[in-house]
């Protein structure tokens, strides 16, 4: 059932289903913002609830995010393909790096709707409504330079999609039109047997509009195929370059998500 319109915030297109939990608006609550609805409090309180990690797991992902930008842009780059950018929030690719070039792509109408808000005096970086799993038209954007070397994001995203949906040839399609010199930087959550609750969050995501697909670190490392991994290579989110050695912590596993910058040759 869809929320009566006098429920709907001025914000929430008319297309999206308020009754059905989301990722970018779960995503969203996890890390503290308002794009979100009771459907995906619910729901994030349930998954709390069997993955008490999750909340430290998507600040995480975050911080990663922000060291791997702020790595691209050190080695030059000066454009951003940013792909399941979600709701924006603390620390968005425009704001870590000004100077640079950003399409950010989602295929969640409330993530686009905000960064159309957000973004409607920067000429530099632009949202579009689009898929993953559907190149071409992200790729038709004008917003970037295909000549120019980019870094393509995909962070915490690959896993929101099934093999069904060919996410390995839709990856290497992106690869494809990017020039020598470009990086690919990802981020996906990690299949492996000693993780507790795996059941519990399985059957949970199946009730929302993403279920998920966790991969073991061959599968993930599959999506660099003939790329250079940059050092560490693909590990937890904390270990990859952190700022302080402290910050990587004990138990490093418990952010869920493997991470890996890797670097067009
Ligand atoms: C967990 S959020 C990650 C947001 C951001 N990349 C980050 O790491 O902070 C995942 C995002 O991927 C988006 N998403 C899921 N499937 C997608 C697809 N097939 N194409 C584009 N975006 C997708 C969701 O809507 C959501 O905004």
Known sequence: MLCMSSDRPSWAPESIDLDRPNAARVYDYLLGGAANFETDRAFAEKLLEVMPQARSAARLNRAFLRRAVRFCVSEGIGQFLDIGSG???AGNVHEIAPDARVLYVDNEPVAVTHSELLLSDNPKASPLLGD????????????LDYTQPIALLMVAVLHFIPDEAMPQEAVARFVSALPSGSFVVLSHAV?????QGRVEVDRLYETSANPGVRRTPD??????DGL?????GLVWTPQWRPELPEDVGDHPESSLVMAAVARKP
């Open 191 to 195: 299949e492996r047997d000693s993780l």
């Open 132 to 143: 993953l799993t559907n190149p071409e038209p992200v790729l038709a954007s004008q917003l």
């Open 228 to 232: 250079d991994l940059v050092e560490p």
């Open 87 to 89: 709701v924006p929030t």
């Open 219 to 224: 599968q993930i490392m599959a999506f660099l």
